[in-house]
């Protein structure tokens, strides 16, 4: 069954350094997005992307932040200088893109970010 | 931004017996609403969803219902089962594919 991959599982970094978070989504979904859970808290949205440009993204998702599919297949999230607050779970997920749905998204496994 | 809530952080259950998870949201104009499964360690795994057009939806153990006089969600899960305990997350869809995510209920069913 076709899943989604994110790399790396786990990246410890240094504040104010740069970060790139990697996804292959699956083949064949035309919508992407990304999340993040800090320890104990909700699931927060960050940004969707569609036909190669973010179609939405939320408040958290500010200046320091930005997305990218550099080929077919890889999607990243990149931290241009990390906050200790930062710190998190960044989920990565796609979903087809029909009208009307089925909208389900398919979650990668995380790369949990530390930064210390 | 409490779009969607879920007033109930836990939920223990024995088995055979229904879960029922509760989620309240905010906007009438949500469209879709989705239950998501969640282990530790994993990412959310989708479960069942339905269209705002229904105001039910069954997929073998799993319903879902949808009131949107009430603007409330429901997950019901008969019978329960042990390895349904995980963390359920209700999401609903708003403009432009962006999603609300409630804050969870872990659910633990006894053996």
């Known amino acids: 069954e076709p899943e989604v991959t994110q790399t790396p599982s786990h990246q410890v970094t240094q504040m104010g350094q740069e970060v790139i978070l990697r996804c292959v989504p699956i083949s064949n979904h035309l919508y992407f997005y990304w999340y993040r859970q800090i320890l104990g808290q909700k699931v927060e949205f960050l940004v969707s992307?569609?036909?190669?440009?973010?179609?939405?993204k939320s408040e958290i998702f500010d200046d320091q932040f930005s997305v990218e599919r550099p080929d077919g297949s890889n999607f990243t999230l990149k931290i241009r200088s990390t906050k200790l607050e930062d710190s998190a779970m960044y989920f990565c997920a796609s979903s087809e893109a029909r009208q009307g749905g089925p909208y389900e998204q398919y979650f990668g496994p995380g790369t949990r970010l530390t930064v210390t | 931004d409490q779009q969607v809530k879920q007033n109930s952080p836990s939920l223990s259950v024995q088995e055979g017996r229904i879960s029922i998870l509760n989620c309240d949201y905010t906007?009438?104009?949500?469209?879709?609403f989705l239950w998501y499964k969640k282990y530790p360690a994993e990412g959310p795994t989708f479960l069942i969803s339905i269209s705002s057009i229904k105001d039910k939806n069954e997929d073998g153990r799993f319903t879902v219902f949808l009131n949107k006089s009430a603007k409330h969600l429901s997950l019901h899960i008969v019978p329960s089962q042990p390895g349904d305990s995980a963390v359920y997350f209700c999401a609903v869809r708003g403009n432009f594919n962006k999603f609300y995510f409630g804050s969870g209920t872990k659910l633990n069913v006894k053996p």
């Open positions: 906007n009438s104009m949500f469209d879709y």
């Open positions: 992307f569609y036909n190669n440009e973010i179609s939405e």
